[in-house]
């Protein structure tokens, strides 16, 4: 009951400070502070802050007991929602539309993209050991290797950062760009929607490590390692549209591909393993709609 109340009482904590932000000026002044960087400090210190929500929720491996399964799968339903939505609002969308006029089907960099993305998870995913959330060290996926469980959990959940940070770098980039579809409060929106659901990834890398006997310390450091990826890609998406302007479309849907890919392959699987399937459906509904929200609220 201590760990329930503890993360309801973050996750109004931090609900309530995104909502401040929003209907606050400090939003307004964040933003002009922000402009004047370029758009590799921009993402890079946005994916910080995606980083920091993730240790918090490895953190809560020092609360004195472990969320329930059923409060897991919600947040894992919660992730995904959050994913599916950003995917579409903050990616693809601005992909169709700045593809329209041009000599191609304007849905036709954002499809390519996003199957260029999702194939590209999808070869990284076949050759790379790891071993996903909830999985058995007899289940682990890629090449095979006498790597221990922790390890290839670890690499599992980093391996799907990957894709999170890359979708903030890019859309960061085009701002900078000067994008008519995209606009740095867009991407901030973006990056806090990636930050909420970054916080129950932290849990469900940490929690696991902490039940099989690895100490508290370990275990976060683990969880929170999984989440040092995003600034990194974060920079990589940022420069590659700044240096291949043309490119934007086919990036924004790239991000979008691998995105949809990790959410299909791990997130939904994951959720509905413990059998709490409506718990964790209704998790993926309210997901989906605060990262709406946030798009169009902090977006426009």
């Known amino acids: 009951m201590q760990a329930k109340n503890a993360i309801f009482q973050s996750a109004i904590f931090i609900s309530g400070g995104i909502m401040n932000i929003i209907s606050g000026g400090l939003m307004s002044a964040f933003l002009a502070e922000l402009q004047h960087l370029s758009p590799m400090l921009q993402a890079l210190i946005a994916t910080l802050f995606t ?5 918090l929720g490895a ?14 799968d919600g947040m894992l339903g919660f992730a995904s929602g959050v994913m599916i939505a950003a995917s579409f609002w903050s990616l693809l969308a601005p992909a169709i539309a700045m593809s329209e006029g041009k000599s191609l089907p304007a849905w036709f960099p954002a499809a390519v ?14 050759f790379l050991p790891h071993l996903h959330l909830g999985g058995k060290l007899e289940e682990a996926e890629g090449v095979k ?3 221990r469980r922790t390890t290839l959990l670890v690499l599992a959940v980093t391996l799907h950062n990957i894709p999170e940070g890359l979708a903030v770098g890019v859309a960061f980039g085009a701002a900078a760009a000067g994008v008519p579809e ?20 932290g ?32 920079v990589v998406g940022a420069a590659s549209v700044m240096f291949m302007s043309e490119l934007l479309p086919y990036a924004l849907g790239f991000a979008a591909g691998a995105m949809i890919f990790v959410v299909v392959e791990e997130l939904i699987p994951e959720s ?24 169009v609220a902090l977006g426009k």
């Open 51 to 55: 980083w920091f929500l993730t240790a």
């Open 59 to 72: 953190a809560f491996v020092f609360a004195s007991r472990s969320p329930s399964r059923r409060t897991m």
């Open 113 to 126: 993209g996003f199957l260029t993305g999702a194939a590209f998870l999808r070869v990284i995913d076949r």
């Open 145 to 147: 290797t006498p790597w």
């Open 182 to 201: 995209a606009s740095l409060a867009g991407a901030v929106a973006l990056a806090f929607g990636i930050g909420l659901q970054n916080f129950p990834e």
């Open 203 to 234: 849990m469900a890398v940490a929690m696991p490590l902490r039940r099989e006997g690895l100490s508290r310390l370990k275990s976060f450091w683990y969880g929170q390692l999984s989440g040092m990826v995003e600034p990194i890609a974060a």
């Open 272 to 295: 509905q393993r413990g059998g709490n399937t409506d718990f964790a459906t209704m998790g993926a509904i309210i997901g989906f709609t605060v990262m709406m929200v946030l798009d």
